[in-house]
């Protein structure tokens, strides 16, 4: 992980509960609370201007949310503001063709393995002989999202709405000024789109394909509402705010999966290794991450590293991995 880990982060402020449930909301609350006090003033790393509107938020904003398998919800700071869900939005698509088109037609079509490069690299794609490698980088997501039902783009982008806001429990809605900038800018997606409809990799047309997924990156969500929609993974595919089941618990497991393997890209293995959770970041700001069977965090700060992570975020989910003991790897 390219942001340094705070070292006071290392010493949990009380014994690290490794097994079982969620402490009580008020001991979450207090948790969160204390997280956001000592990071809120960190000042490093830039918002991301590649995308003119995502250049316009404000580096000050900082949430943190926390939801248990039991439903209870602890939030602070900014974790109601809304903000694109970016490339977090790849984790459950995947989830939801999984649950569509089953285990083999998407690991075969698509790949579940770490590239070891940049988000939006092409040379990853030609490295492997077409193989867009896994779900999480660019290449990936847009052959997940050929693969969404639909005869048209109206279909596909209602199957996608309407799935990613049973994650959430409430309905999304899309940030249409988002959706046009990136539009204007995805050249690169366009272009690795067509590279994979070459090799036998898209199961839809490219240019539609693409501006779907754009679509999908430019749905509004909070750091609540991530905290609710990783609850819902750590619950074995059911939203334990709603009650709703949204993916099957072997679906769920897939995608937790792959989130471990290529949540945070090339960083994925820093990001296991020092915080131990499954996760996935967005250039907007936002990191969602699950800690099976007790529930999901989420976080939002715009300032990002030079890997396009939240540095809030990141040593937010560090602390609390200790503090609440969410580490899949602890025991």
């Known amino acids: ?110 790949g579940v393995n770490s590239t070891g490069l940049p988000f939006n690299s092409v040379m990853a794609v030609e490295l492997n002989g077409g193989n867009p490698m896994n779900p999480l980088v660019n290449a990936g997501a847009l052959a997940t999202t050929s693969l969404v039902p639909g005869d048209d783009a109206e279909e596909k982008w209602a199957f996608i709405q309407h799935g990613l806001s049973e994650f959430a429990g409430r309905p999304l809605e899309l940030d249409q000024s988002t959706f046009e900038s990136e539009t204007a800018t995805n050249q690169r997606n366009m272009a690795i789109a067509r590279l994979l409809q070459s090799y036998g990799r898209m199961n839809f047309d490219p240019i539609v394909t693409t501006e779907v997924c754009t679509k999908q990156c430019s749905l509004l969500v909070s750091a609540r509402d991530l905290a609710v929609m990783a609850a819902t993974l750590a619950c074995g595919g059911v939203n334990p705010v709603t009650g709703i089941r949204v993916v099957d618990a072997r679906v769920a497991r897939d995608t937790l999966s792959v989130m471990a393997t290529a949540g945070l890209y090339e960083l994925s293995g820093d990001w296991l290794f020092e915080v131990g959770v499954p996760a996935k970041s967005g250039v ?46 602890a025991s």
């Not at 402490?23 to 960190?42: K, N």
């Open 284 to 329: 907007s700001g936002g990191i969602v991450a699950v800690s099976p069977g007790k529930g999901g965090l989420g976080t939002y700060s715009p300032r990002l590293d030079p890997a396009g992570n939240s540095v809030r975020g990141q040593r937010t989910a560090r602390f609390l991995s200790i503090a609440l003991g969410l580490d899949i790897f």
């Open 1 to 110: 992980m390219s942001t340094e880990i705070d070292p006071d982060a290392t010493r949990p402020p009380r014994p690290r509960v490794s097994t079982g449930v969620l402490p009580s909301i008020a001991e979450v609350t207090a948790l969160l609370d204390e997280a956001h006090g000592r990071y809120r003033h960190l000042d490093e790393g830039d918002v991301a201007d590649y995308i003119p509107s995502l250049g316009e938020a404000d580096p000050s904003l900082f949430g943190i949310s926390v939801c248990g398998v039991n439903g209870g919800i602890s939030s602070v700071g900014d974790a109601l503001r809304e903000f694109s869900i970016q490339s977090i939005s790849k984790v459950f698509v995947f989830a939801l063709v999984c649950q569509h088109s089953g285990h083999d037609a998407v690991s075969e079509l698509v």
